[in-house]
């Protein structure tokens, strides 16, 4: 590919991939930020989820396309030299740049060798290692200068799972031969531990729920790029009790909350063997009782006027009860007002004497009219009695 070619293939890629959320990191091989000349490395471009195999892998060193490494996803330095110390980041065609990562090619007869970078929970390993091909004795490491580990010959050390207390600045003392005499040397790095995952935070639904809506809490934390595949368990509490164990679900749910689900929630996120474990923050949860709206007054004023409508359709039937069966029976009636009133010779003989053969249907006609006036006179209990009563509208 010709450069100019080259420049603006290179230049449509980095405008293409502003703001991409893919993003990936390099990884060496052995796992040393320093090796010495003429060992060799390999640089790995790590993306997640993986890349087709025929993707092409872009490199820098100190910000610089590096064009011997154009389309390599692995990269490997022989016989390192000095000139290969640098930064080095990766990019494809889909992802931004990765994090840059500091390789340094060192010639010294001692070098303290530590990893380029250290999570919590990680299992420590650090080389004092003498340069190759010398003969190298009695090596002593330090933390913040105290003593930590001491080996006659061997020039590894575990430090042991790490945590955020385990950053500090750390050296080594070795003796190495060059020709017949031993010489003592030291070396020394700074060792900076980065989280594995960011503190939980925990987040509910609503901070102030219904009684008998759904309660879900969430428990949010975010795995450093390097460490995306590390498996993460979550357990959630109210008021310091446990309500859901570890689990690989980051959310407690419940169904149906209640007033007992009320207060004060936190949720704890480890890794699989509990080497790093942390705890949220709380996040205070209300429920709230049930309420029933109030009838307004619209809905009253409709129920009043119902009642009102009901009681004059009864009045009304009373009413047109008792004017049929006058009307049927030859009797008088004002204003559409029934007038069984007076119980005298004349209107007896107009209204009873002539029909007796309906006798049986004065009882009803009594009690309708009784209801209507609000009379208390009792029915006659025969027609004597009826004809020596008299009743006065």
């Known amino acids: 590919m010709a450069p100019l070619q080259f420049l603006f293939f290179f230049l449509s890629v980095i405008t293409s991939n502003e703001g991409s959320s893919i993003k990936p990191f390099v990884s060496l091989d052995p796992n040393w ?3 010495f000349t003429k060992e060799s490395v390999t640089l790995t471009c790590n993306v997640d989820p993986p890349e087709p195999r ?9 910000n610089q396309i590096v064009p011997l490494y154009l ?17 080095y980041q990766c990019q494809t065609a889909e992802s931004d740049k990765s994090e840059p990562v500091r390789l340094q090619v060192t010639h010294s007869w001692l070098t303290l060798k530590v990893p380029p970078f250290v999570f919590e929970g990680d299992e420590l390993y650090v080389s ?3 340069y190759p091909g010398y003969s190298a004795r009695d090596a ?60 939980p935070v925990a987040k509910v639904t609503e901070s102030h729920s219904k009684q008998g809506k759904v ?6 934390t ?52 509990g080497s790093v474990r942390k705890r949220s923050n709380m996040a205070h949860i209300q429920i709230q009782e049930r309420s029933y709206a109030p009838i307004g007054i619209g809905v009253t004023l409709a129920l009043l006027i119902l009642v009102i409508i009901v009681a004059l359709l009864v009045y009304e039937f009373r009413n047109r009860v008792v ?4 009307n049927r029976h030859n009797c008088s009636i004002r204003s559409g007002i029934p007038v069984f009133l007076k119980i005298i010779s004349d209107r007896w003989d107009l209204c009873f004497k002539k029909n007796t053969e309906h006798y049986d249907d004065i009882p009803l006609l009594w009690d309708t009219w009784k209801s209507v006036n609000n009379e208390s006179v009792e029915y006659p209990r025969n027609r004597q009695d009826m004809n020596s009563k008299h009743m006065e509208v």
């Not at 025929?54 to 100190?62: E, L």
């Not at 309660?215 to 949010?220: A, G, M, Y």
């Not at 004060?264 to 996120?269: I, L």
């Open 54 to 62: 025929d993707q092409i892998y872009y490199w820098y060193r100190d």
């Open 128 to 130: 004092c290692a003498g």
């Open 323 to 326: 004017s049929s069966f006058l």
């Open 215 to 220: 309660l879900t809490i969430t428990c949010d």
């Open 222 to 273: 975010k795995l450093s790029p390097r460490k995306a595949t590390t498996e993460l368990q979550f357990a959630f509490y109210r008021n310091g009790r446990n309500v859901q164990g570890f689990s690989l679900s980051n959310q407690h749910g419940v169904p149906s909350a209640q007033l007992e689900h009320s207060g004060n929630y936190t949720c704890e996120v480890q890794t699989p063997t």
């Open 71 to 87: 389309g390599a996803k692995s990269v490997k330095i022989d016989h390192a030299k000095q000139e290969h110390g640098g930064s």
């Open 140 to 199: 002593v490491l330090y933390k913040d200068n105290e003593v930590i580990g001491s080996s006659p010959s061997d020039a590894d050390f575990l430090v042991g799972t790490t945590n955020m207390t385990t950053s500090g600045l750390y050296r080594c003392t070795r003796q190495v031969k060059d020709g017949v005499v031993y010489y003592s040397y030291s070396s020394e790095e700074h060792i900076s531990v980065k989280e594995l995952f960011s503190k």
């Open 33 to 35: 930020a320093t090796v």
